[in-house]
């Protein structure tokens, strides 16, 4: 085996890799997480409150 083949396994390994992860991100099913997530920085009363809690520890 020359470092031709496995320069070749190495790119048909990062290819799939590549292809898995934008199938995951972009999969119908993993839509409403996402959305969710994305939401949480500008969701004021979660973030207040995420803001209390910390504060609160800070004092224990």
Known sequence: MSIS??????TVTAFIA????????YSPNNKKR???DAQLALDD???????????????K
């Open 5 to 10: 083949d496995l320069q070749i396994i190495a």
């Open 18 to 25: 590549f292809v898995s992860i934008a199938w995951w991100a």
């Open 34 to 36: 996402f959305e969710e």
């Open 45 to 59: 009363e979660l973030v207040s409150s995420l803001a209390a809690n910390s504060r609160n520890k800070d004092k």
